[in-house]
């Protein structure tokens, strides 16, 4: 702990934290040493952790990288991190993340951007490290910490794994609890780790897994053991390679390494057989609905009364309007009103509802293949190696929406995805590959997943 403390307080310049917990961190170490001494270590006992600050920790600042949010210490815990404390996990500090964990460069953080470890050899240029849990693949990149938590709508776990080398999982929907974390859209949205190696990812996923009364969308199935599935045999497991995902545009370099991973995992025994998902191309579209409309109606609760930042006015409307105007940052407010929109009564039918019907069609796609006998889908996990800091997005949001386009149709399915990093570019930075499961099937992405890192 003290050791991850010195390394913290010297990458200050990476941003990759909102808050550091030094005095809470060490005083959960040497409960962790007595722990150990009495023979009564839990499964992750004394290994120090960041947790994405979209996690309610109680009396520690949470911020969903708000401004709006700012100064709010909420009085309980996340379940997930609840989970985490109770097998012995010590707490570094909170993560910096894009605005409400709407972004995917961590640049639209009201604390400013995370900043990635990695440059290009001979530049000294700052590159993303994806987002929204950019703080976390920073960190876990950047040795701050042993491993972090992050939370995945739209990819937020695996594309920034993806840029920074590190390995994230985003489990089945309703495998982890939802209490507890700031909600971006509550039917998309996942709680799961990122991590140095695969081991880590399955130990760390073991404990913040699990059926929580409180999370009624959490499913009470056992959860099995990860770590046991790390290094077992992939031979005769049939993977699916759908050509959707081969966009116009894409680098050459992503080609060849998606290529290489066919060729490894038929090394190790796995079938492939190619695959079709038709509806591939309508996900990035229907989630950039589905997603602010349920933002639009979770971010209605800060109103500069219950939480965090008011800014006063002559009467309660105004001081809501003075609230929200200050407090939510651009990529926000362009959100809340793309959802009110599409969910007003005239458009509803023509968005919303349209969008909604896209999503069973997506589903449908994965279901289709998963009944033909496919065990686990390979996909790239982005369509690029990390950008530079100020690059993308500024006047044209849809650049840096496109960036989601692998990740966005498994959130919308609800399947487990898990980013392995798998390469580097011709620039020298990390590139990963996605493994796509059916649901509550991580074991196998796990198992996939060793072959390829
Ligand atoms: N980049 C996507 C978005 O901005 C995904 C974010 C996420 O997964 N939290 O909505």
Excluded at 163 to 190: E, H, M, N
Excluded at 395 to 408: C, G, K, R
């Amino acid at each position: 702990t003290e050791a991850h403390l010195a390394a913290m307080a010297a990458a200050r310049p990476l941003n990759a934290f909102i808050t550091e917990t030094p005095d809470r961190a060490l005083a959960m170490a040497d409960r962790a040493d007595a722990r150990v001494a009495r023979g009564e270590a839990g499964p992750l006992e004394g290994l120090p952790l960041g947790i994405k600050d979209l996690y309610c920790t109680e009396g520690v600042q949470t911020t969903a990288g708000s401004r709006i949010l700012e100064g709010f210490v909420p009085p309980y815990e996340s379940t997930v991190s609840s989970q985490l404390w109770r097998d012995g996990a010590v707490m570094l500090g909170k993560l910096n993340l894009d605005e409400f964990a709407m972004g995917s460069s961590n640049e639209t953080s009201y604390f400013g951007p995370a900043v990635s470890p990695w440059r290009k050899p001979g530049s000294n240029a700052g590159l993303v490290p994806g987002g929204s849990s950019g703080g976390s693949a920073a960190a876990v990149a950047a040795r701050l910490c042993l491993a972090a938590t992050a939370t995945d709508t739209g990819g937020s776990i695996r594309q920034p794994a993806a840029f920074t080398g590190t390995v994230g999982i985003k489990p089945t929907y309703g495998r982890c609890s939802r209490w507890g974390v700031v909600a971006f859209a509550s039917s998309l949205d996942q709680a799961g780790p990122i991590t140095r190696t695969v081991r880590d990812a399955a130990i760390m996923l073991g404990s913040m897994a699990g059926h929580d009364p409180k999370d009624s969308t959490s499913v009470d199935i056992a959860v099995p053991d990860y770590e046991a599935a790390v290094g077992a045999s992939v031979a005769g497991k049939v993977i699916g390679i759908p050509r959707e995902y081969r966009i116009d545009g894409m680098p050459a370099e992503i080609d060849a390494l998606w290529a290489e991973g066919i060729a490894w995992l038929k090394a190790a025994g796995a079938r492939v057989v190619d695959i079709a998902l038709p509806h591939t191309k309508y996900a990035l579209p229907a989630y950039y609905i589905v997603a602010p409309a349920e933002a639009s109606s979770n971010l209605a609760r800060y109103d500069g009364v219950r939480y965090g930042l008011r800014v006063p006015g002559r009467d309660i409307a105004e001081m809501y309007g003075n609230t929200r105007a200050a407090g939510f940052g651009a990529e926000v407010r362009r959100r809340i009103m793309i959802g009110t929109y599409v969910l007003s009564a005239g458009y509803y039918d023509a968005y919303y509802l349209k969008a909604q019907k896209i999503r069973t069609l997506v589903r449908r796609d994965f279901e289709t293949a998963f009944a033909d006998g496919v065990d686990a889908i390979l996909t790239p996990a982005t369509p690029s190696a990390a950008f530079g800091l100020g690059e993308k997005g500024g006047d044209d949001p849809i650049a840096m929406y496109l960036n989601d386009a692998f990740t966005v149709t498994v959130n919308m399915a609800g399947l487990p995805g898990l980013s392995v990093p798998a390469g580097l570019s011709a620039d020298k930075l990390p590139l990963g590959l996605q493994l796509i499961g059916r649901p509550f099937e991580e074991e196998t992405l796990f198992a996939l997943a060793e072959v390829i890192a």
